[in-house]
């Protein structure tokens, strides 16, 4: 008794290369085969290099915000003293911050003063936003003690102030110049309240790597912000660090009860939770839109496959009456199909990831063509396009093509498998 062949034998591969491999004149891979190859590959860059740029800009946006802000923030609710005075200072700062320090998982908790000024020299104005902190906990912010760049010493940071980068651009100071900063809310006279100005000099300068945070952000020992804002013995709130910032909303509770009744907790996602929650809206968009662009370059493969199978009709005839079973011919054509496919998302593979790795001169290349301006830090938030390859996007890219390739080959060669060897050689 014959024995029936295992489904993928040598013989198919065989043959399959053969239609592969044969020229346009013999019948082999036609015109719309090389366009479907070179669309899937195109597809495919084109999937990766979004998904690459996707991570990339949400890992370095949110590196930004907890490498330079609390990842909470614990304050007081307002109340009214006798004096009909609102009220939301913390008294007990430190009593508070020891507090917050136990609670499990937190890794550091420092006292903070805000306040907003106009910082002016050189004749030039800018409003900046002035954090009152202690050295030791500067020290405890990642974007501040080693940023993207720096001049000047942070160890002097007791004698000045440290300022962003793009406040030293925009009021033209450099390290060792004096600015002025002018609180509106200043010192109280019998004749009412007076503006303050003093000056100080810049001890240090850092880009963080946000725009908003280096053009308006300015440290302050937190001494001197106490006596600059009218907060001697007081402090505005206490900024937290945990362990796993994408946890935080999780250790909200205990935060809050380790501040007692008034305390309340703005973490970072509170922040900025509705950018990166429109930042995944538009991920997901982007992927489905992508993927029906890998659909149509793969529906490509159906159009080649079918010229394929009415050029090699009189073949399948010889091959059916030789025996090749519907099976076999199935997987002839199958494996024509899908060959184009795989090679188009090999292909798409490798662009992809060379975009991703090599996108800094890429960029800076079309920057030039462009003739400049072509990123805007101001409107997009950081100062390049950032690109991470993760093993978890390439593999869907690969999945999705592969996928959608494999599915739209089996139509075409059912048709093939399913010819009547009779009416294929009526004819020839």
Request: net charge negative.
């Amino acid at each position: 008794m014959a024995r029936t062949p295992p489904p993928f034998a040598p013989f198919e591969w065989m043959i399959a290369w053969r239609y592969l491999r044969a020229r346009r004149a013999e019948g082999g891979v036609s015109v719309m085969t090389w366009i479907s190859l070179i669309g899937i590959t195109l597809a495919v860059f084109a999937l990766i290099a979004t998904l690459a740029v996707r991570s990339g800009f949400r890992t370095e946006f949110v590196d930004t915000i907890l490498g330079a802000n609390a990842h909470a923030t614990v304050y007081y609710s307002a109340e009214v003293d006798d004096q009909g005075r609102t009220l939301r200072g913390i008294d007990d700062f430190g009593t508070l911050t020891e507090s917050l320090a136990q609670v499990p998982g937190v890794t550091r908790a420092a006292p903070l003063i805000r306040g907003q000024v106009m910082g002016t020299a050189n004749g030039r104005n800018a409003g900046v936003e002035t954090y009152g902190i202690r050295a030791e906990d500067l020290a405890g912010l990642p974007r501040i003690v080693d940023p993207e760049a720096a001049s000047g010493d942070l160890a002097r940071f007791g004698e000045g102030i440290a300022i962003g980068s793009g406040v030293a651009r925009e009021l033209g100071v450099s390290v060792g110049d004096q600015l002025r900063l002018i609180s509106p809310d200043g010192v109280k006279t019998a004749f009412g309240t007076s503006p303050r100005v003093k000056a100080y000099e810049v001890v240090y300068i850092f880009t963080a790597g946000r725009y908003d945070i280096d053009r308006t952000r300015v440290y302050m020992p937190f001494s001197e912000a106490q006596l600059y804002f009218n907060r001697e013995g007081t402090a505005d709130e206490i900024e937290v660090m945990v362990e796993d910032p994408d946890r935080v909303d999780q250790m909200a509770l205990a935060l809050m009860q380790a501040g007692g009744d008034r305390a309340l907790v703005w973490t970072w996602r509170d922040a900025s939770g509705g950018f990166l929650r429109a930042l995944e809206i538009e991920d997901n968009v982007m992927f489905v839109i992508l993927s029906i662009l890998v659909l149509i370059a793969a529906m490509n493969i159906v159009s080649g496959l079918i010229m394929l199978v009415k050029n090699k009709g009189r073949d399948i005839g010889i091959l059916r009456t030789m025996g090749l079973t519907e099976g076999s011919v199935l997987r002839v054509f199958f494996i024509c199909g899908s060959f184009t496919g795989l090679i188009g998302t090999a292909m798409g593979v490798i662009l992809g990831c060379l975009f991703a790795i090599y996108i800094d001169p890429i960029f800076s290349f079309v920057n030039y063509v462009a003739g400049g301006g072509i990123w805007d830090p101001s409107i997009r938030g950081i100062y390049a396009l950032p690109a991470q390859l993760q093993a978890g996007d390439v593999l869907s890219a690969v999945a999705l093509s592969l996928g959608l390739s494999f599915i739209v080959t089996i139509f075409p060669a059912r048709r093939a498998a399913r010819m009547n060897p009779v009416e294929a050689l009526r004819y020839e």
